[in-house]
């Protein structure tokens, strides 16, 4: 009788804690007002994705806000605050070291890494120039040296639909109850990328020119998925400067490969591939690389700016 006495107790003064904690936390925790799941995501496409998979189920939040450029993102005390509260964080491992740190130290358990299921298996281009911006840039945290995986995954529309479907695994282990429509939406988001992916095959399939000039490297997947070389003016991250030789090597380039347009692109400063295009007489034209919608992008999501740059290019690139 006493055993049980005392562990009615303890299981009654339990509850009144839990209840005491949801009653302070008020928003941010499934116990509070509403049952829908809390995600952070780390920047535009994963945050896109993550609505796309949890539908009304999930609430989702970016910490890189719209218009900002996620590569050098730095958080404030509240987003720290938002990872160290969500249910979820949803990020990738090596593109933004910010998030990385605030995974490691704020999330724990709740921290779910992209990576695995976007395959990151293109590295940095690894031509000459590379090198020696390695050596320049060795210091900085971003480790965009030589070699280190290319983190765009989402210009690849297939790899993305690869970690829509992982996120809907993941949200499942959340939230058990409704897992079918987790995978109901995955699906769904498949559905509207392979459609995708047919169009770009298609509208990509036959182009004179094969080399795509951007301003930073963030487009080797979808080169990779449809058949093109790509020539970054800057790294992998867009603040990497490129030297005067690095420019007059992509210049010369440009003339040899017969291209007609360079590609800016939004978020970045375009001046530096503006200069590529001047000394090399060609045009240039935007290419997104989705990594934040602003009110000036092509699209009102990440399928319409998709849709979007593939008339860039079909046009830039000489397809028929
Ligand atoms: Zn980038």
């Keep these: 009788m006493n055993t049980s006495g ?33 995600v952070v995501a780390g920047f535009y496409p994963l945050e896109w994705a993550a ?18 450029e996620p590569h050098d993102l730095e958080l404030t005390p509240q987003d720290v605050a938002a990872v160290s509260d969500a249910d979820l964080l949803v990020y990738l491992s090596g593109f933004q070291p910010a998030v990385d740190d605030a995974a ?17 298996s293109l590295s940095s281009g690894g031509s000459e120039h590379a090198e020696e911006e390695e050596d320049e840039h060795a210091e900085e945290e971003h480790a965009h040296d030589e070699g280190a995986a290319d983190p765009h995954f989402w210009l690849d529309p297939l790899r993305l639909a690869a970690v829509g479907d992982a996120l809907a695994d993941r949200l499942a282990e959340l939230d058990p109850d409704d897992a079918q429509a987790y995978a109901e939406n995955a699906a769904a988001l498949r559905a509207d990328l392979e459609t995708l992916d047919a169009e770009m095959a298609e509208g990509l399939g036959d182009c004179r020119v094969d080399t795509l ?40 380039l440009v003339g040899e ?3 007609t347009t360079v590609y800016t692109e939004t978020l970045v400063d375009p001046s530096v591939a503006e200069t590529v295009a001047d000394e090399a007489g060609v ?26 740059n593939l008339a860039t290019l079909a046009e830039g690139q000489s397809c028929s």
């Design 104 to 120: 490691r130290s704020q999330a724990g358990e709740a921290a779910w890494d992209a990576a695995e299921a976007a395959d990151l």
């Design 51 to 68: 609505e796309r998979v949890g539908g009304n189920l999930v609430s989702v939040s970016s910490l890189t806000t719209s218009g900002a």
């Design 6 to 38: 005392l562990r009615r107790s303890a299981t009654a003064s339990a509850a009144a804690t839990l209840l005491l904690l949801a009653g302070c936390s008020g928003s941010g925790s499934p116990a509070a007002e509403d049952d829908q799941v809390d």
């Design 213 to 252: 000039v951007t301003s930073h490297d963030a487009f080797g997947y979808l080169a990779d998925r449809y058949g093109f070389d790509v020539v970054g003016i800057s790294g992998l991250s867009p603040d990497q400067e490129p030297s005067a030789d690095q420019m007059a090597e992509i210049s010369a």
């Design 257 to 259: 490969r017969d291209v």
């Design 283 to 308: 045009r240039t034209a935007v290419l997104d690389p989705i990594e934040g919608l602003t009110d000036e992008s092509a699209g009102e999501d990440y399928l319409e700016v998709m849709r979007s």
